[in-house]
């Protein structure tokens, strides 16, 4: 089962709005919802976006997440420099099993 | 309070076992699902195994064999009993709880991670 497909990183300058982008297949973007996750160096990923675009209690709506087809996006708006981190999409493959993508390192500029 | 507190981990040789816990607490371990989910040193996330309310259990290919996930719901605590362990297992591993409502936050809880090394 291959990994999913996340660009390598991002940049973007304070206020801007970034996507990252995340490619999969039938049998895991195209079937079910995706996940994502912002990691910190040295701490456990956090929630961000779940079943697509549903947001976790506490994260705000700068935070936004799409789909369409094998592939979905992570969009944020408003970018601080808090914002810079790694993000990782996630979905569920019809085999029942997990999978994420490579990650994303994300740097404002 | 949610937490997901882990124990278990550290150095352990090429070929031997070890075995990972996961107390939780203001959920129930039986609820819905839990994963676990691993993170080479400098790398990316792993999905590792997950384990269903209703004992359904699925591994990923690199592990499928050699690890098993497990839980006590009368300590609500889960397990992941790893075997045949190689080097490439070196990593810091996670449990993570789907996301859930408690008393109105939804969320998705993980624990602090717990690092395995192998070496000899």
């Not at chain 1, 709005?17 to 994502?36: D, E, K």
């Not at chain 2, 839980?71 to 397990?79: A, E, G, P």
């Given at each position: 089962h291959s990994a999913l497909t996340q660009p390598p990183s991002a940049s973007g300058?304070?206020?801007?709005?970034?996507?990252?982008?995340?490619?999969?297949?039938?049998?895991?973007?195209?079937?079910?919802?995706?996940?994502?996750?912002?990691q910190l160096p040295g701490t456990a990923p956090k929630l961000l976006i779940y079943g697509g675009n549903q947001r976790p209690?506490?994260?705000?709506?700068?935070?936004?997440?799409?789909?369409?087809?094998?592939?979905?996006?992570?969009?944020?708006?408003?970018?601080?420099s808090e914002d810079e981190a790694e993000y990782y999409c996630a979905a569920?493959?019809?085999?029942?099993?997990?999978?994420?993508?490579?990650g994303t390192k994300l740097t404002v500029l | 309070e949610v937490q997901l507190v882990q124990s278990g981990g550290g150095l352990v040789q090429p070929g031997g076992s070890q075995r990972l816990s996961c107390?939780?607490?203001?959920?129930?371990?039986?609820?819905?699902?839990?994963?676990?989910?691993?993170?080479?040193?400098?790398?990316?996330?792993?999905?590792v195994s997950v384990i269903y309310y209703d004992g359904r259990t699925y591994y990923a290919d690199s592990v499928k064999g050699r690890f098993t996930v497990s839980?006590?719901?009368?300590?609500?605590?889960?397990?992941l009993q790893m075997s045949s362990?190689?080097?490439?297992?070196?990593?810091?591993y996670y449990c993570a709880s789907p996301p859930i409502s408690v008393d109105g936050v939804i969320d998705e809880y993980w624990g602090q991670?717990?690092?395995?090394?192998?070496?000899?």
């Open positions: 300058t304070p206020g801007q709005r970034v996507t990252i982008s995340c490619s999969g297949s039938s049998s895991n973007i195209g079937s079910h919802g995706v996940n994502w996750y912002q209690s506490g994260v705000p709506d700068r935070f936004s997440g799409s789909k369409s087809g094998t592939s979905a996006s992570l969009a944020i708006s408003g970018l601080r569920w493959d019809d085999s029942l099993i997990g999978l994420f993508g490579g | 107390a939780a607490s203001g959920f129930n371990v039986s609820f819905n699902y839990m994963t676990w989910v691993r993170q080479a040193p400098g790398k990316g996330l792993e999905w839980r006590d719901i009368s300590k609500n605590t889960l397990y362990l190689r080097v490439d297992d070196t990593a810091v991670g717990t690092l395995v090394t192998v070496s000899s």
